[in-house]
């Protein structure tokens, strides 16, 4: 029971580059997050999918899409790569989205963009 | 939308004492639930203790305990008995319940403080 996975831990894009950052979960959890973190700030949500087959926007969406490919994975697509998305961007999975069900978060993919 | 408001950047502690992080925030929500989540050198979110609004009696989970005052929209953290290995970020978090009214829309986070254990 790997939890959540992420891929890949670091990258390292140039303006205007595009890439996918991965997540999986084998908890059989209904709901799925993308958080970023900046320096000296919590997480932002990105987007979330409370459900396979839907997807709905964060606090910071913009310059994002997602996919909820099946129930296990969630990826996150930077589709022309700027500056300020240099983050950490960590994926999460709960159980579902309406219940106080515990957010079990991955180990982040550190991503710098030049 | 709500805030999240830690105004600890960093604390330092000795060994075996007692902290209080501190946590406000700011909502019109009626029905909601707080989090305290560690995040230690190696990244990792890490679920610390959760306490539901509407639940009067503080929660607690072993050495941690927390300090739910709804009126004044505080939320503190007691860590016990301080261990080196509490040293990490902890970040206090909000989740409006998603009957609420426009949907779920995640944790909203605070800054963070930084907690040093010293030895």
């Known amino acids: 029971n790997a939890g959540v996975t992420q891929t890949p831990k670091f990258q390292v894009l140039k303006t205007g580059q595009s890439m996918t950052l991965q997540c999986a979960q084998d908890m059989n959890h209904n709901s799925m997050y993308w958080y970023r973190q900046d320096p000296g700030m919590g997480l932002r949500l990105i987007y979330y999918?409370?459900?396979?087959?839907?997807?709905d926007k964060g606090e910071v969406p913009n310059g994002y899409n997602v996919s909820r490919l099946n129930k296990r994975e969630f990826s996150l697509r930077l589709e022309s790569a700027a500056p300020s998305q240099t983050s950490v961007y960590f994926c999460?999975?709960?159980?579902?989205?309406?219940?106080?069900?515990?957010?079990?978060f991955g180990p982040g993919t550190r991503l710098t963009v030049l | 939308a709500q805030t999240v408001t830690q105004s600890q950047p960093e604390m330092s502690v000795q060994e075996a004492e007692t902290v209080t992080l501190s946590c406000t925030y700011d909502?019109?929500?009626?029905?909601?639930?707080l989090f305290w989540y560690k995040q230690p050198p190696s990244r990792q979110m890490i679920l610390v203790i959760r306490q539901e609004a509407y639940k009067q009696q503080n929660a607690t989970e072993n050495r941690f305990s927390v300090n739910f005052q709804k009126a004044a929209k505080s939320f503190s953290l007691k860590i016990s008995d301080s261990q080196l290995g509490d040293t990490a970020m902890y970040f206090c978090a909000f989740m409006k319940h998603p009957y609420s009214g426009g949907g779920a829309d995640g944790l909203t986070f605070g800054k963070g403080t930084h907690l040093i254990i010293q030895p």
């Open positions: 999460a999975s709960s159980e579902q989205v309406t219940s106080t069900d515990t957010q079990y």
């Open positions: 909502t019109s929500e009626s029905n909601y639930y």
């Open positions: 999918s409370a459900s396979e087959g839907t997807t």
